[in-house]
């Protein structure tokens, strides 16, 4: 908590520092929901995580979102996979979910989800539009069936952002 707090206050940090929060809040969730997912993280070896920058808590919401609206409702194990890479000049984060897709995931809402709004994914979207009008970014976010005909067609959620390092600030 005191990580996500301190990071959450900054308007940039480092790839490396937000790979700390993720790893943190998967390994929490995993922890918790171990018998409906595992999960794996690949980074690009060749990003350089202490000096490429991007906002805080801008992946987090994407996971929690898998693992709390598809996810824990498996009745087979899951699996949620995060690959970061560069492709060109830009960072490209992908997070894939191999579970029911987007349309079951609504059939799966407790009673209280279906009465609280969730806003999760409204307000990091909103996020999104600031960054790219504060920033001059050209960050995306792109949601889609991760295997679309399939019965099961998972989620496949795309963030991509400008590389931007610490040297070139």
Excluded: C
């Amino acid at each position: 908590m005191r990580t996500v707090l301190d990071h959450s206050q900054q308007d940039i940090v480092s790839l490396a520092t937000e790979l700390e929060v993720v790893k943190l809040y998967v390994k929490l969730e995993h922890f918790r929901f171990g018998d409906k997912f595992d999960y794996e993280l690949n980074v690009d070896p060749e990003l350089n995580q202490d000096q490429l920058e991007i906002p805080p808590m801008l992946v987090q919401p994407y996971i929690e979102n898998s693992i709390w609206h598809v996810l824990r409702y498996m009745q087979e194990k899951g699996f949620l996979r995060i690959d970061i890479k560069q492709q060109g000049q830009q960072l490209l984060v992908e997070i894939e979910d191999i579970g029911f897709g987007l349309a079951k995931s609504a059939e799966f809402k407790t009673r209280n989800q279906k009465t609280h709004q969730s806003t999760g994914l409204k307000n990091t979207a909103e996020r999104v539009a600031i960054i790219n009008e504060l920033y001059q970014k050209s960050l995306t976010v792109d949601i889609i069936d991760a295997f679309p005909g399939e019965e099961d067609p998972g989620t496949k959620v795309t963030l991509k952002m400008n590389l931007k390092t610490s040297e070139t600030a």
